[in-house]
């Protein structure tokens, strides 16, 4: 094998192993789902959920986290054909939004443990608390992802093989998304309305 | 398989087209949950239908699976089995579940009494 062949292998390699880790993390959402479901409508005398939640405030931090999203993705693209420049200003937008995004949930979950909906006041709540902030840590560790990546592309410059380690974090991002429509559509918009 | 490179212009076209049409389905699911249009399993369907078309245009043109010649095999083959598993946890947890809700839906006093009847019956 050549450099070349083996940097490709090695690529591989990477690329099938972080996929593992976001199928197993797909069982892990599932389970937590199932969970929540579950646990719904057993309240315990507090609140239920469309008594808890506001649709409105999660419509724009839904529209947030996609748009975070779709920056990711234009700035995988510019990555790929080589404008850096445009990729520094996507990725920025990247973290802004990600960083709203985490903002307005910890609002949100302050507000309810400060009102005495804490995760510990019924199942229901508990399953809500583990759903949804097993989902806010995954936005955490993402942006530190991306800081880190930031901070050594900076540090090392063209050195840094930034085009494969950006497309693991582009993957892992979208996945985020990809678990948001179903907290938004089961969660939110169910418990609102249902 | 070696493929000639899309133009710039045109990729970011196929991210905005996702974009728009998954913003579009996430007002659709906001109008629809408080809206009073539908109601009961049949919003809940359409609710689920809206996500599920989501999912597919996110999966399509964010996490690009559609790209056949170009990504290994293994990673679609992958992301439809973790689905189909996921289906059987999820669905099959909320099934047995309902089930024993429904079944166990006794008081203690209640319950005493139903096994005491059916022990009764001899087995």
Known sequence: ?194 | MKKVPKPYWREQVRYAYAYVMAAGLTFFAFALAQGNLLSGSVLAAVLLAAAAAQLYIQSRYFLHLDEKGELPKWRIQSYLFTWFTLLIIVVGSIWIMFNLDYNMMLSPNEMTDYMLEQNAKGF
């Open chain 1, 1 to 194: 094998m050549n450099e070349a062949e083996l940097t490709a292998h090695k690529h591989d390699k990477a690329q099938l192993g972080f996929w593992a880790y976001l199928m197993t993390d797909c069982m892990l959402f599932a389970s937590l789902f199932a969970t929540y479901m579950i646990l719904r409508n057993n309240t315990n005398g507090g609140p239920a959920a469309h008594e808890l939640f506001s649709l409105g405030f999660i419509l724009v931090s839904t529209i947030i986290l996609l748009t975070s999203s779709y920056m990711c993705g234009l700035a995988n693209l510019a990555l790929h054909h080589n404008r850096r420049k445009e990729f520094v200003v996507y990725l920025g937008a990247t973290m802004l939004l990600g960083a709203a995004f985490l903002g307005l949930e910890l609002y949100e979950f302050g507000h309810m443990i400060a009102e005495g909906h804490g995760p510990d006041a019924s199942a229901f709540l508990s399953a809500f608390f583990t759903l949804v902030g097993l989902h806010g840590a995954h936005i955490a560790i993402g942006l530190l992802w991306a800081g880190v990546l930031v901070w050594a592309l900076y540090r090392q410059g063209s050195n840094f093989d930034i085009k494969r380690k950006f497309g693991l974090f582009a993957i892992y991002w979208h996945f985020l998304d990809v678990v948001w429509i179903f907290i938004f559509t089961i969660v939110y918009a169910m418990g609102v309305a249902l």
